[in-house]
């Protein structure tokens, strides 16, 4: 709790004080800017505000673009030495585990509550994730062309997870049409009973 109210005070302060201007220019920042932990004090922000389940994934989504296009700037950028990006793309792949865990733990409970409208909406998440694997991978191979001494465990890691993850999530993906499928079939049963039901009562009155 005491970190909860840390954060919050901080980001009170930043933007209370006139920082608006601040935060956003901290938004835009790199791993080699000196805003760059303002901008990550202030993702935790958000996601200390962040209620919805969905949109807790589409948060941790936008944070793992924002990562990869850090490293597209710094690419372009001269002077920045290996161990800076080096940092910056384990930043990248730290964001790519988080937000896999929690598409897998927000599926899990959408599956649990039977909550299919949210379903659709995450699975529109999920392969927002799968389409900017590739992207990233694509942007770690960049890196190592250019910083021929930098550590590739961060590529090697995406091209052995992409596989096994669009697996996983397209298996969560079948289920979750699966179940809504079950749930639209029971809710026709129901409705196709209570007609029947109608149906004969009226006829027993007839008769």
Do not use: C, H
Not at 34 to 62: G, H, M, P, S, Y
Not at 108 to 123: D, I, V, Y
Not at 183 to 192: A, G, H, K
Request: proline share 0%; aromatic share 2%.
């Amino acid at each position: 709790m005491a970190k909860v109210l840390g954060i919050l005070l901080s980001v009170v302060v930043i933007l209370g004080g006139g920082g608006y201007l601040l935060a956003t220019k901290a938004n835009a920042s790199a791993p080699n800017d000196t805003l760059f932990k303002l901008d990550v004090l202030l993702e935790e922000a958000q996601r200390l505000i962040t209620l919805d389940e969905v949109a807790k994934t589409e948060l941790e989504q936008e944070i793992l673009e924002e990562r990869q296009s850090e490293i597209e700037a710094m690419l372009n950028e001269d002077g920045i030495s290996e161990e800076l990006m080096n940092d910056a793309i384990e930043y990248m792949n730290q964001q790519r585990i988080r937000t896999y865990e929690k598409l897998g733990e927000v599926q899990e409970k959408m599956e649990q509550k039977g909550n299919t409208q949210a379903a659709e909406s995450l699975e529109k998440v999920q392969n927002k994730y799968m389409e900017n694997l590739q992207k990233q991978l694509e942007t770690a191979q960049k890196v190592q062309n250019k910083f021929k001494g930098i550590d590739n465990t961060v590529k090697e890691e995406i091209e052995q997870n992409m596989e096994e993850e669009e697996n996983s999530l397209q298996n969560e993906g079948k289920d979750t049409q699966n179940q809504q499928q079950n749930q639209e079939s029971n809710s026709n049963d129901s409705s196709n009973g209570s007609s029947n039901g109608n149906s004969s009562t009226t006829k027993g009155k007839s008769n």
